[in-house]
């Protein structure tokens, strides 16, 4: 259980704060609580939404009612004491919030960060090239958007970048700097400055991932069309490289070929979609395993939705089924899907409770 502390900002016009304890149920490893042992007094960060609530009962039981407060993404924590409780048998890993110290620790970040990538040019190689494009890198990666966008402006003065490698780098990772800020028409500029780079070094990933960026692009502004042309001609491509970056990229297109669609009542096309979605990510747990978890996130963040995953993959497999009136065959996804969710170690309940009542109906029928 995680006893979790945050300031609540009270009375706002006196400037008071009080400390408030909530919780946190979940299951983890013997080797993440190790883990956390090691990090007490240290800091630690979330990679997702975290839930809590003021009741240590609902949090035991996993149940999350409206008393619930919600932990940014990204938020930081610092590791108080992990303790085991005989009484409660379970564990307490207590946790602070550091909120002011995160522009300190986001400062050290980006430089250690910047640090590590400069040791990574090789000898010979231009530095005042390669610091726009690691500095944008890093401050894509923390989330600082139009910091990213507005470095490299300011660096666009002084030095102007021959090298067409890091040209292509710098260009995919403005385009999605755009794309976060939603101003599509420059990502959509400079994710097709990429593309043409990554085409005259027929780099076939690379020009795959950019198509997908495409259709991302457009997808954020409705155009389905122009959605599954780009969508079509990234399979295409990610098809001729059957390495982990090519199947997971494959796997990307199709989940959301799958969504676009279904969301235009096509179910036979999105069943078609969905399913070879599947099957590449039967292929790639298999063949890639280890490498295929960085990929499998990287390229996921691209749709900048957190619901991408084999377990909705399932639940809109058992959707489409249930709209056509196959009932059995909803409940067979439904059940996969509701059993994927009941293994993770983060569980969602309201996840789980949604697949619950969904395959409740199909028995109704």
């Known amino acids: 259980m995680l006893n979790l502390k945050h300031d609540e900002q009270q009375q706002p016009q006196q400037k008071q704060r009080k400390l408030e304890k909530v919780y946190r149920g979940l299951r983890v490893t013997d080797a993440e609580i190790e883990e956390l042992k090691l990090n ?48 409660r048998r379970l564990w307490i890993v207590s946790l602070i919030t550091t909120a002011d110290d995160d522009n300190d620790i986001q ?32 401050l894509n990666e923390i989330g600082l958007y139009e910091n990213a966008i507005s470095f490299y402006e300011d660096s666009l003065q002084f030095n102007i970048i021959n090298d067409a490698e890091l040209n ?7 385009g999605i700097a755009y ?16 593309y043409d780079l990554a085409c005259e070094k027929h780099n076939t990933n690379d020009i795959a991932a950019c198509l ?12 389905h069309d122009s959605v599954l042309f780009y969508f079509e001609q990234a399979i295409q491509k990610s098809m001729t490289g059957q390495d982990g970056q090519g199947f997971c990229a494959l796997l990307m297109c199709h989940y959301h070929m799958g969504e676009i669609y279904y969301d235009i009542d096509n179910y036979t096309y999105a069943d078609k979609h969905y399913r070879r979605a599947l099957k590449i990510y039967d292929i790639i747990k298999e063949k890639h ?73 199909c028995y109704q029928y």
Do not use: C, W
């Open 212 to 223: 997908a960026r495409l259709a991302i692009v457009h997808m954020k502004q409705g155009e």
């Open 40 to 87: 007490v007094g240290r800091i630690i960060s979330t990679n997702g939404f975290l839930s809590a609530t003021p009741s240590s009962a609902i949090a035991k039981i996993y149940i999350q009612d409206e008393q619930e407060v919600l932990f940014d993404l990204g938020t930081i924590f610092r590791v108080l004491n992990v303790t085991y409780s005989d009484h």
């Open 179 to 194: 794309l976060y800020v939603k101003k599509y028409d420059l990502a959509q500029k400079y994710t097709m400055n990429a």
């Open 168 to 174: 292509q780098k710098l260009y995919q990772d403005l």
């Open 107 to 138: 400062n050290k970040y980006i430089t250690n960060r910047r640090y590590n990538e400069m040791l990574k040019i090789p000898v010979g190689k231009n530095i005042d090239q390669q610091l726009p494009y690691i500095f944008v890198s890093v």
């Open 289 to 361: 395993f280890k490498k295929v978890l960085m990929l499998y996130d990287k390229f996921s963040s691209f749709s900048f939705d957190s619901n991408f995953g084999i377990i909705e993959i399932n639940e809109e497999i058992g959707k489409l089924f249930h709209e056509l009136g196959q009932y059995d065959s909803a409940i067979e996804y439904f059940s996969i899907a509701l059993k994927l969710a009941n293994d993770k170690t983060n569980k969602n309940v309201y996840l789980i409770a949604r697949l619950y009542n969904v395959i409740g109906r």
